[in-house]
C-alpha cells in the first residue's frame, strides 16, 4: 500500500494563533534559544524555562485546530494506505483535528517527563519547579519538549517510514533544524515523492520535487482534495 510521509512544523499552526519561530516577531526573536531551549538553560533558571513552557501551554490549550489540520485527519481517514504524521510541534493541534498516532519527535507540552528517572506523565497546565516526580519522587520535572543537544524522539520508527514512503510531505517548516529538515534526502533514497508545502520556499526547498506556496489553510485542503480524487 501507498505509504505518506508527513512532516509538520510551526507553519501548519500559524492560522490557529500560535506564533512560530522564525519568522518576524516569533519566538526566536523574543526569547534566546540558550536560555528557554537547552538543558543548560534549564539547569541555569528553571523557574524562566517552566515559564516560558507554561506559557506555551495556556496558549496552545485556547486554540482551535484549523482547515490544515482537518485535512491531513481526512488523508488518513480516507487514502488506502498508510499516513504517518511527524510533527516538530509541542501543540495537540493534528490530534485535535482528528488525527491518530502523531508522532511528536520533538516532544509534546501535554507531557512531564522526570529528568532524574524518565518517567513521563500528563503535565499540569502550571508546572513548578522542583515539582516532585510522581515515580522516583526527586524534584527534577521538566516538560516533556526536547531541547536542542537532545536527540528527537522515534528516530528509528521514523527513518523506517521515510526510506519506505511513496510520497513525502514537509508542511509549515523552515527546514532549518536537523535531523527533520534531512528527512527529504532520506525520502528521495527510499523513492519517495516530494512536495513542500510553505508560505514560502524553505531553506531546502530545491530538493523538493514540488514547492506549493501558500498559506497551510488554503494549500494543505487542496493538495488532501487533489491527493484523494487521483486515486
Ligand atoms: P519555523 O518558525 O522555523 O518555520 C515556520 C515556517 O512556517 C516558515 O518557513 C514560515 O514561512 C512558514 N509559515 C508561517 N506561516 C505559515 C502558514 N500560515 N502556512 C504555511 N506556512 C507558514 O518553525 P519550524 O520549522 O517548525 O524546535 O521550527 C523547527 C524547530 O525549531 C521547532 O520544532 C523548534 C524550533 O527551534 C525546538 O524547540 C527543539
Given at each position: ?10 507553519g501548519?499552526?500559524?492560522?490557529s494563533?500560535?506564533?512560530t519561530?522564525r ?12 536560555d528557554v531551549?537547552?538543558?543548560e538553560?534549564?539547569?541555569?533558571d528553571p ?6 513552557y507554561?506559557?506555551?501551554r ?6 482551535k ?8 485527519a ?14 516538530q ?19 509534546s507540552?501535554?507531557?512531564?517527563l ?17 515539582e ?5 519522587h ?7 519538549v526536547?531541547?536542542?543537544g ?18 513525502f ?16 534526502h ?6 519517495a515523492?516530494?512536495v ?8 531546502g ?6 514547492t ?13 482534495n ?6
Amino acid at each position: 500500500m501507498e505509504k505518506i510521509v508527513i512532516l509538520t512544523g510551526a507553519g501548519i499552526s500559524a492560522e490557529s494563533g500560535l506564533s512560530t519561530f522564525r519568522d518576524e516577531g516569533g519566538l526566536w526573536a523574543q526569547h534566546r534559544i540558550e536560555d528557554v531551549a537547552t538543558p543548560e538553560g534549564f539547569a541555569r533558571d528553571p523557574a524562566l524555562v517552566h515559564g516560558f513552557y507554561n506559557a506555551r501551554r495556556a496558549h496552545a490549550a485556547q486554540a482551535k485546530p484549523n482547515a490544515a489540520h482537518s485535512a491531513l485527519a481526512r488523508l488518513q481517514r480516507d487514502w488506502p494506505g498508510d499516513v504517518i504524521i511527524v510533527t516538530q510541534n509541542v501543540d495537540s493541534l493534528h490530534e485535535a483535528g482528528g488525527a491518530e498516532d502523531v508522532i511528536h519527535m520533538h516532544g509534546s507540552l501535554a507531557g512531564a517527563l522526570c529528568a532524574a528517572c524518565g518517567h513521563r506523565w500528563a503535565a499540569p497546565p502550571e508546572m513548578a519547579v522542583g515539582e516532585p516526580c510522581p515515580a522516583c519522587h526527586a524534584p527534577a520535572a521538566r516538560p516533556d519538549v526536547v531541547w536542542f543537544g537532545e536527540m528527537p524522539y522515534q528516530m528509528d520508527v521514523i527513518y523506517d517510514h521515510l526510506a519506505n514512503a511513496r510520497i513525502f510531505a514537509s508542511i509549515g517548516t523552515s527546514g532549518q533544524v536537523y535531523p527533520a529538515a534531512a528527512f527529504v534526502h532520506e525520502a528521495i533514497a527510499g523513492g519517495a515523492r516530494t512536495v513542500e508545502l510553505n508560505l514560502e520556499p524553505s531553506a531546502g526547498s530545491s530538493s523538493f520535487d514540488e514547492t506549493i506556496l501558500g498559506p497551510a489553510t488554503e494549500t494543505v485542503p487542496r493538495w488532501v482534495n487533489k491527493l484523494l480524487g487521483q486515486r
